[in-house]
């Protein structure tokens, strides 16, 4: 697997989470970009992770809040595969995720032996700041599921079943 500064994954010869392919997954669940449209867990998510990463008397926390993200991803995106397929979708959904699946795991195990595990081991007191870092992650994520889920409840159409 190849990590590319652009973002961008190739795994197996193939090349994932490139714009046209997140078009197509985006386009198989009949989501549509709406500009201004970012919800408040959305940005509770996203200004949590800008806040801990831009100031480093939160380095700490950033780690926790950070790891727990990359352990969680994986598994998200094997119950999405696995709606994808009872859904019908288009493979390439299926794969979009599957890149997902491989390239966080990946990244989850990284975290816990090349950055939690060393700053645990050089100061244990750090501990109890890491884990307040994974629950502020936790919360924050937890508030934008319910949002989700929420706004989900309401819908009354089925996704589109062309590729």
């Not at 959305?42 to 939160?58: E, P, T, V, W």
């Not at 790891?67 to 995106?77: D, I, M, Q, S, W």
């Amino acid at each position: 697997m190849i990590f590319r500064l652009d973002g961008n994954v190739v795994a197996n010869n193939t090349y994932y989470h490139n714009e046209t392919e997140f078009q197509k997954t985006r386009g198989a669940f009949c989501m549509r970009p709406v500009a201004g449209a970012l919800c408040a867990g959305a940005l509770g998510c996203g200004n949590l992770l800008y806040l801990l990463s831009k100031h480093r008397c939160y380095a700490d926390l950033a780690v926790g809040a950070l790891a727990v993200t990359e352990l969680a991803v994986p598994k998200r995106f094997e119950r999405i595969m696995r709606a994808t397929r009872r859904l019908g979708l288009p493979p390439e959904v299926a794969a979009y995720c599957a890149a997902h699946v491989e390239a966080d795991g990946d990244h989850a195990a990284g975290w816990l032996s090349g950055v939690v595990a060393p700053r645990v081991h050089a100061d244990p007191r750090v501990v109890p700041v890491i884990a307040t870092g994974v629950m502020l992650r936790l919360e924050t994520s937890n508030a934008y599921c319910d949002q989700i889920f929420g706004a989900l409840r309401g819908l009354q159409t089925r996704p589109r079943l062309t590729s």
